[in-house]
């Protein structure tokens, strides 16, 4: 919906409202018409029942307010003598509209200074944990997420089992558009295999569904920060179209919202504005070499042949293994039992220190050539003969910037301006109709970006599916607070990297970590307090 039409939506939910409690107001010692005034209600309905005005802001917070709401439902009728379980119950399954009950039917008298504190423990907890799952929902949603390094497409500078913790606030935190959804959880709530929102996947009907309706415009609070070349971005995936997230069964005719759409972390190597080149897996930015932080460490792809043994079991496998590790090789893509060969991702510095291993026959760089098109690559034309390893040149999109259009690059930009800025664009013979009307010119809404994985021949990334829009900017990760190696295979194989818990993502010279200091704070805060709680006691 737009703006206009949530306004309409927010009247007629307040009429609904007035019209269910003017009376419960009026016996509460309130004038009738103050039910039907918005926000003003809501003023007064805190007053009524007990609760700080800070509620309001939590009952107008989209997901939290799935929470509120039916709970300021119960504390209504709890202030008017229905404090049952079964009141609390009707109270939530009939969305609030118990309330006409006890304003037009039932004889219900109110109760000014009633308990606050539920009468059970077990009410008690319900509370807690309720209100729990509040400040979690709200720090998760508008401030800090946490992220688990899930590939290798950053590696040196983030590796797999990296745990993050994501800033919403540096570039400013993305209201969530997606209205009715579990608290915390992404796309699927995990043990139960089901999506957690409410919204329709059809592609076809994506503007005409009804839970398509309650979705929220983009709106993204201010920042403080805005993306600089180089660094690293978690953001949604413009191209996602993932039926089942952890079996990757694309379909284009799937339909995610925008806030649904699968979280990665990448480099953003462009920046909108720029004009940007691969040449042999190297970065050109307005025709210079772009240049990378220190920690940042880029890795191609290297066939390692082995010599001087054979390889016919997990234990050769292994002995292999170790020699790459010990020269800080990754060994994500696999091994060959026919040709003995390894294809592995290396820095060049590390592919020359290894080929002189005495097991090492010989390791070569392996790569596209240029102008071999490979179908993979973005923008998916017969125009562009380009590759992982050549690719480009490509100008980004700029909001407030005009790129003239024809025949050739309207191929580069017509997934941003109909599926990102939501115009009809359609080629027809020699001429470009956008909305239908002949263009030979656009301007861009908004900022584009470009998102590349260290790895540079292991990473999917913008050169397979192009631009990434500001709206799909999720975030800048800051910090590192648990590292754990083999995180994919099994709990018994894993291993904390302890000299990378507790470091920040982004910096200069090797990471320092701040784990001992921050548990000689801890535990110095703790003995503080005990102190401080001992001496108060003895001074009574």
């Known amino acids: 919906m737009t703006w206009t039409e949530w306004f309409i939506f927010l009247l007629i939910i307040q009429i609904i409202h007035g019209l269910g409690t003017w009376k419960l107001y009026v016996k509460a010692g309130r004038k009738a018409w103050e039910a039907f005034v918005p926000i003003y209600n809501a003023v007064v309905l805190m007053k009524i029942i007990s609760r700080p005005w800070w509620w309001i802001i939590l009952m107008f917070l989209p997901i939290v307010n799935l929470i509120m709401i039916p709970a300021v439902w119960v504390e209504t009728a709890r202030t008017f003598g229905k404090d049952t379980k079964l009141d609390a119950l009707l109270c939530i399954v009939t969305l609030g509209f118990y309330l006409y009950y006890l304003n037009y039917v039932a004889d219900v008298n109110y109760i000014e200074h009633r308990e606050l504190k539920p009468k059970t423990s077990t009410g008690e907890w319900i509370t807690s944990i309720l209100f729990a799952i509040v400040a979690a ?126 979280n990665l972390v990448k480099r953003c190597v462009g920046i909108p504005g720029d004009t940007l080149e691969v040449r042999n897996g190297i970065v050109y930015i307005n025709g210079k070499q772009n240049k990378l932080p220190n920690r940042a460490k880029l890795q191609f792809s290297h066939d390692i042949v082995f010599n001087n043994f054979q390889i016919n079991s997990n234990q050769d496998i292994a002995r292999i293994q170790a020699i790459l590790k010990k020269y800080d090789i990754t060994d994500d893509i696999g091994f060959n039992n026919l040709t003995n060969n390894y294809v592995v991702q290396a820095t060049p510095e590390a592919a020359k220190k290894a080929v002189l291993h005495p097991n090492i026959k010989s390791i070569t760089y392996v790569a596209e050539d240029k102008g071999i098109r490979d179908g993979r690559v973005f923008p998916h034309d017969p125009n562009y003969n380009w590759n992982y390893n050549y690719f480009g040149p490509i100008w980004i999109p700029k909001a407030g910037a005009t790129v003239q259009l024809n025949t050739k690059n309207i191929a580069l930009y ?127």
């Open 414 to 540: 017509k997934r941003a301006i109909s599926e990102y800025e939501g115009h009809k664009v359609i080629t027809r013979d020699n001429q470009i109709l956008i909305d239908d009307q002949p263009a030979t010119a656009y301007t861009f809404g908004q900022d584009y970006y470009w998102m590349m994985g260290d790895n540079r021949h292991n990473s999917i990334d913008a050169r397979a599916w192009g631009f990434v829009p500001y709206n799909h900017v999720f975030g800048k990760p800051v910090f590192i607070w648990m590292s754990i190696d083999g995180i994919n295979d099994g709990l018994k194989n894993w291993s904390f990297r302890w000299d990378r818990i507790f470091t920040t993502v982004s910096g200069n010279g090797e990471r320092t970590s701040y784990f001992i200091p921050f548990l000689v704070i801890i535990f110095g805060i703790t003995f503080f307090n005990k102190w401080r709680k001992k001496k108060k006691a003895k001074a009574k």
């Open 137 to 262: 929902t709200i720090v998760h949603t508008y401030f800090f997420q946490p992220f688990v390094i899930p590939s290798s497409s950053l590696e040196k500078s983030l590796l797999v089992g990296d745990f993050l913790i994501v800033s919403k606030i540096h570039y400013g935190a993305r209201t969530p558009m997606t209205t009715v959804g579990a608290p915390m959880v992404h796309d699927t709530i995990p043990k139960l295999g089901i999506k957690s929102y409410l919204y329709s996947d059809n592609y076809e009907k994506r503007e005409t569904s009804w839970m398509n309706k309650l979705q929220l415009p983009y709106f993204r609070l201010p920042g403080f920060e805005k993306i600089e070349r180089n660094d690293i971005v978690v953001f949604n995936q413009p191209a996602d179209t993932l039926l089942d997230m952890n079996k990757f069964k694309p379909d284009r005719n799937y339909y995610k919202p925008i806030d649904k759409k699968t």
